[in-house]
């Protein structure tokens, strides 16, 4: 292998610049795509488990119709067929405004990444005891209460481990924005390595990018499943 | 809406499609073999083995698909000396990373089989390979059984991905009728209901065997 090693390039402008803004944006969509796909992933993870069987239908479907699609190809259609589908007026809108790969990226990552928030939502809410809920309803406390103050503090502790391996799918996932456009970190380096064919030290750039991250988010993560863990239930060191 | 245009290139969408199946099925094949060493590698005795495996699976664990396809499309060619085609490019890129994400569920596989078990087999006589080959391997994957089948899905859901260095496999076949019929409602919704049926075949799999928790 003949390759002349030139690590110099990453900071020579345009590179720096570009660097800097893609890290940006895949921070920026990522933790926006978590949060929306974690709110709605809740949501629809209650429909699952709800009393109404239209609702539970509604909630199957949902996540069998996102989990079961390319995330790929849920991206080109939320980018070149959902504009089309919307009444006119709507559509030239909607083509003003400012970043729409950015937008269509966070809508495309959020719904797919909400649809494995579900599932595992289901198994987090499985995994809470029936007497605990009986207790809940015979102190007087509604369905909504129960919800609200019993069933999701609980499950959100017993899913921690879940939500922040959701958080890295999420991040890895943004990779796939570049098809549409968005210019986060990926795409940054495809182009510098375009640009100046030092792919190696292109690519290392995203993947270091990458790498770190996951190790923070692991470690982090492992801190917080440790200072929130519910006493008695998860394996104490 | 004009459906009639999928009819009208169904030989072409058809040849996408076989491409993306015979990419999926070769990296399944090829990235579940090389996952085994990979798992027993994890579980070695040895030091420099047990790790130089962990930091393989973490590093590919850490990165997203699309960008080690990048990277291979990028290396392979500098490592060998010569082109070796997208296809080949691409398989070698799928086989790796997948081969880290199957290597984790074969080893939960084989740590669920119990020690107890290797100690009966290797008293009886079997050197190391074949009890891992004859006794743990074999239950192991029957354990992991809808966890490979997710998996599996996963990995043709991400053919998909392997558009990006201009292989023409499915998506790419659609994304390029597009661009000449210019019909991307009713191309792209076809696409999609196409990966559907698969992937919902694959993931009913998937729980049925979950649930019945059958040995296959």
Known sequence: MNYDFDWSILWEEPHRNRIIEGLQTTLQLSLLAWVLALSLGILIGSMRMSNSRFLRIFGSAYVELFRNIPLLLQLFIWFFVFPLLLPRDWMLSWNRMDNVPFLTALIGLSLFTSARVAEQMRSGISSIPKGLLDAASSTGLSNVQTYRYIVIPYAFRVMIPAISSEFLTIFKNSALTLTIGVAEITNTSRAIEAWSFRGIEAYSVASLTYMATTASVVIFMSWLEQALRIPGLIGRR | ?216
Request: one cysteine or more; charged letters at 15%; a positive charge.
């Open chain 2, 1 to 216: 809406m004009d459906w009639s245009v999928i009819i009208d290139n169904l030989p072409f969408l058809m040849k996408g499609l076989s491409l993306s199946f015979q990419l999926a099925a070769l990296t399944m094949v090829l990235s579940l073999s090389l996952a085994c060493f990979i798992a027993i590698g994890r579980i070695s005795h040895r030091r420099w083995i047990r790790y130089s495996s962990a930091i393989f699976v973490n590093l590919l664990r850490s990165n997203p698909l699309i960008l080690i396809v990048f990277w291979f499309f990028f290396l392979v060619p500098l490592l060998t000396g010569k082109h070796v085609g997208e296809f080949w490019s691409v398989l070698i890129a799928f086989v790796v990373f997948f081969s880290a994400y199957f290597a984790e569920i074969v080893r939960s596989g084989i740590q669920s089989v119990g020690s107890n078990q290797i100690k009966a087999a290797l008293s009886t006589g079997l050197s190391y390979p074949q009890t891992m080959r004859l006794i743990v391997l074999p239950q192991a994957m029957r354990n992991v059984m809808p966890a490979l089948v997710t998996e599996c899905v996963i990995v043709f859901q991400g053919t998909t991905i392997a558009y990006v260095i201009g292989l023409r496999e499915f998506l790419h076949s659609t994304i390029l009728l597009t661009e000449r019929t210019v019909r991307p409602v009713e191309l792209y919704l076809f696409a999609a209901l196409v990966y559907f049926v698969v992937c919902f075949a694959g993931s009913t799999l998937a729980r049925r065997l979950e649930k019945k928790g059958i040995r296959v």
